[in-house]
């Protein structure tokens, strides 16, 4: 006769039962390539905001090497809080385009560029990047037309500058504003252990010099390095051919 506890909470030889049953069919899937492929190379993100235009637009489609960083806490989901540094580490380097979590919302997944490494002084000063006391190089380019990029009137013309750390990283990075909230700042020494990110829509990115949002970025949690787009589709839903296979 099954009594009623039973009933509710199975014995615990069946439940162990159960789960060694789930296991082997789990053990397929686990090792599956697309599995693998997945939860340890190369993980698809959308993007969703225009943060860091030009470089990656609302509608584009990229994956991000995992493997790039090490695997730590924040490179697969539902993993335990009690994870702790990271297997294999390998830390970015200046211009990288990286996804992480921030230590203010570990739930969302961002994505900017790494600008600062821990010891660096950082600062934006009259627009510019500022790197250990040493402007950014950077020319200027053509106007181009903004659109909702910025926020503002489609029609208006966004200024636009090729920008190279000192390692070579070369890119373009958007002005849309003289004198935005985030163009004179205070100097940012970057702690041990972490990593300073600017978007390159530079006037509407919430990145590193928003300390109460974002701030320093601990190396522990980052979850891979953005590599090609794969996909992009326009507002209208049609695709972006010219976008796809854009590697950095």
């Known amino acids: 006769m099954t009594t009623l506890q039973e009933t509710i909470r199975p014995s615990a030889q069946s439940r162990e039962w159960k789960a060694i049953v789930i296991l082997i069919l789990l053990i397929p899937a686990l090792w599956s390539p697309p599995f693998l492929f997945r939860f340890f190379l190369f993980q698809p993100f959308n993007i969703p905001s225009s943060s860091m235009a030009p470089t990656l637009v609302v509608g584009d489609y990229v994956f991000v090497a995992k493997y790039a960083y090490g695997y730590g806490r924040y490179s697969f989901p539902f993993a335990p809080s009690w994870i702790s540094g990271r297997f294999r580490a390998a830390d970015p380097d200046y211009g990288d385009v990286v996804v992480f979590r921030t230590t203010k919302d570990t739930s969302v997944d961002y994505i900017k560029r790494v600008v600062g490494l821990p010891g660096d ?62 163009d004179n700042t205070n100097v940012y020494t970057v702690p041990p252990g972490h990593f300073f990110v600017l978007g390159d829509n530079r006037d509407n990115s919430t990145d590193s010099r928003v300390m109460t949002v974002m701030g320093f970025v601990p190396m522990d949690n980052l979850v891979g390095r953005a590599v090609r787009i794969f996909w992009s589709l326009n507002e ?8 796809m296979g854009k590697v950095w």
């Open 121 to 182: 002084r950082i600062q934006m000063r009259q627009e510019q990047l500022i790197l250990n006391d040493k402007p950014v190089t950077r020319v200027a380019l053509k106007e181009v037309f903004a659109g909702s990029i910025c926020g503002g009137d489609a029609g208006a013309k966004v200024k636009r500058w090729r920008e190279t750390l000192p390692n070579g990283a070369s890119y373009v990075t958007y002005d849309c504003i003289d004198n935005g909230y985030l």
């Open 236 to 243: 209208q839903g049609e695709p972006r051919f010219e976008r």
